[in-house]
């Protein structure tokens, strides 16, 4: 039978060709709900003081699930990007490789470029740091592994090291007002936003990006090394939180070095923070693909599935709602944590209803038709 134009296949084909990685788009879509939740929060919600166990998990600043979700989106990218970049990395063919840097370069412009235009309207997107990992990546996508993980290791010390010197230059009175780009006047002021400071900087987040490429280029063999990868992600993430614990008993976090190196806030840029969001993503990815292979013909997976292949859309569509019907039209007002959850569970419930719908009818997202059109 001849398959309608409309019925396209949840796990369809990329663009290289190659049958999509069900659990990669599943991530995607679950990670999509985190990211949402979170943007919601730290838009609408005021501080008052409350210290409940939500209130503190919630937090976007220092809650145990600020930027998680948008970590394991990194990692999968860089996950993507390897399954992208396989045949061009295996390959002596100089025009191959030029062809798959010039497209890794489009893509990444386009992110930047729409990434830091959204930021006005959006203050953080991720898409536009985004744009800097693929831009990167033109470089770093024929090294070796093992250059991969000394760039990602660098890229977490050269963050730490940095607030480090600026805790302590605070310390003394003395605040390095050049690390805070409250706006993008110069082009210091965009380099500094692009690699230091901010909401995903390249330091340290490239190193969530290139344990993906890591992971990506064996993941024809991911399962079968699946569960002592979870295992030692696990046991690593675990022993740095009990580290931090027993130091905060112990009251000996206080000094500017200790604190700098065991924070496990988003914004102390420490290497404590960047192991264990490496744990949290790679814990996340390992369950799903479980899930994934556990359940592989449940109906909500495939929802899922689909609605991963959407999510630069999908993305985008929850900055025009959030925009549309808190800040023009008034509809949602209060500064609650309950408010921004259920909000948020509101955009997902259509979102994804509407994602799932879109891709089983018509294919590709407006903003995947766009991104493919010009990156490739």
Not at 113 to 124: E, K, R, S
Not at 150 to 178: D, F, L, M, P
Request: charged residues 15%; proline residues 2%.
């Amino acid at each position: 039978m001849t398959q309608r134009s409309f019925d396209h296949p949840a796990a369809g084909s990329t663009s290289t060709g190659a049958r999509r990685v069900t659990s990669l788009d599943v991530t995607r879509g679950l990670a999509l709900i985190g990211v949402v939740a979170m943007n919601y929060v730290g838009s609408m919600v005021i501080p008052n003081g409350r210290n409940g166990f939500w209130d503190r998990a919630f937090d976007p600043y220092s809650g145990a699930l600020s930027t998680r979700f948008a970590a394991t989106f990194v990692l999968v990218a860089g996950i993507g990007l390897s399954l992208l970049t396989a045949s061009a990395r295996t390959t002596d063919d100089s025009a191959t490789i030029a062809r798959m840097r010039w497209r890794l370069a489009r893509r990444g412009v386009l992110l930047y470029t729409v990434g830091f235009f959204l930021n006005f309207a959006w203050p953080g997107t991720i898409i536009f740091f985004y744009g800097a990992y693929f831009l990167i990546a033109v470089a770093l996508f024929r090294l070796s592994d093992r250059a991969l993980v000394a760039i990602g290791a660098g890229s977490a010390i050269i963050a730490t090291a940095v607030a480090t010197w600026a805790n302590w230059k605070a310390s003394r009175g003395e605040v390095a007002t050049w690390l805070f780009t409250f706006s993008v006047d110069s082009l210091q002021d965009l380099v500094v936003r692009t690699f230091l400071d901010y909401t995903h900087p390249v330091f340290p987040w490239l190193a969530l990006f290139c344990a993906g490429m890591v992971i990506g280029r064996h993941l024809d063999r991911w399962r079968e090394w699946r569960g002592r990868v979870f295992t030692a992600a696990l046991v690593i993430t675990a022993l740095l939180y009990a580290l931090v614990s027993i130091l905060d008993r112990l009251d000996q976090r206080r000094g500017v070095i200790v604190y700098a190196l065991t924070s496990t806030q988003p914004y102390s840029r420490s290497i404590f923070y960047t192991v264990t969001t490496l744990g949290v993503a790679v814990l996340a990815f390992a369950t799903v693909d479980w899930l994934v292979e556990k359940y592989a013909d449940s109906p909500a997976l495939e929802t899922l599935q689909r609605a991963g292949q959407l999510t630069l859309s999908l993305y985008l569509l929850h900055v025009l709602a959030y925009c549309a019907i808190r800040n023009w039209l008034g509809w949602i007002g209060g500064n609650e944590l309950s408010t921004a959850l259920l909000f948020a569970l509101g955009f997902w419930i259509v979102a994804i209803t509407v994602g799932s719908w879109w891709h089983h009818r018509i294919g590709r997202g407006p903003a995947e038709q766009i991104y493919r059109s010009f990156g490739g």
